[in-house]
């Protein structure tokens, strides 16, 4: 119970960072004031301010505070600021750098997949695919095969780094594929795309596979640019339609 109340007002005050509740240079309320907002001891708050202050949100010193430390200095890779900043509105510059960080990083990593993968992962990447071609029918849920998918990808690539990254992807792709998801009519493509990448990989063609999920990505940047440009209403995601609560 004390592990998740210090969770609950790590996220809340989180978030509320991220959103722009409490810009950089703010002072977070005292601890008497968060003490009584969230009915939590202080030691739970400062246990979460700790938290907060990893990930490079605040920095805390006696006398003078919480204070919020600028968006430069914040780890943008962890992914629970990722889920923080996708409750901004307006959210699809912020998707659109996303997408720019996995076209540097996916290619590659599908590249060493076709080196590296082992039969078990290639197994992996099969089964996504599947439920991929699945959800087409109205089974399998699409959302789930495609991150999977590609989270097997940075495991086969056998780079421990980008492997690390697979939950900074996860909770991005949440929010990205709800852009960059097709029309009914063009998911069966959608889906022999991904395909494609995967017979690459299991061909061991490096190139080939690189290639492919170059594609892949920069068809994806492509829906999120025309999207930005309409400034469609359907662009702006509620965090209720991608399954992140949100911190009471």
Do not use: C
């Amino acid at each position: 119970m004390h592990s998740s109340l210090t969770d609950r007002v790590a996220a809340s005050l989180g978030q509320a960072i991220a959103v722009g509740e409490y810009p950089p240079g703010a002072t977070l309320p005292t601890e008497t004031e968060l003490a009584e907002l969230f009915g939590a001891s202080r030691t739970v708050l400062r246990e979460a301010v700790k938290m907060l202050t990893a990930k490079g949100l605040v920095d805390a010193r006696p006398r003078r505070g919480t204070v919020v430390k600028p968006e430069t200095e914040w780890n943008l890779a962890d992914p629970d600021i990722l889920s923080w900043l996708l409750h901004r509105r307006g959210v699809l510059p912020l998707i659109q750098e996303f997408a720019e960080v996995r076209l540097a990083i996916e290619p590659a990593a599908a590249a060493l997949a076709a080196q590296n993968a082992k039969p078990a992962e290639i197994a992996e990447m099969k089964d996504a695919i599947d439920r991929m071609r699945e959800s087409v029918l109205g089974g399998a849920d699409p959302l789930v095969a495609d991150i999977d998918f590609h989270v097997a990808i940075l495991k086969g690539s056998g780079n421990r780094f980008f492997w690390s990254l697979r939950f900074m992807i996860s909770v991005a792709l949440r929010f990205s594929i709800r852009v960059t998801d097709p029309p009914q009519k063009d998911k069966h493509g959608n889906v022999e795309d991904h395909n494609q990448v995967l017979e690459a990989i299991e061909a061991g063609d490096k190139a080939l596979a690189e290639t492919r999920m170059r594609e892949l990505l920069t068809e994806a940047k492509v829906l999120l640019s025309e999207a930005q440009n309409r400034n469609d209403a359907a662009a702006e995601i509620a965090p209720s339609d991608v399954g992140f609560p949100v911190p009471k």
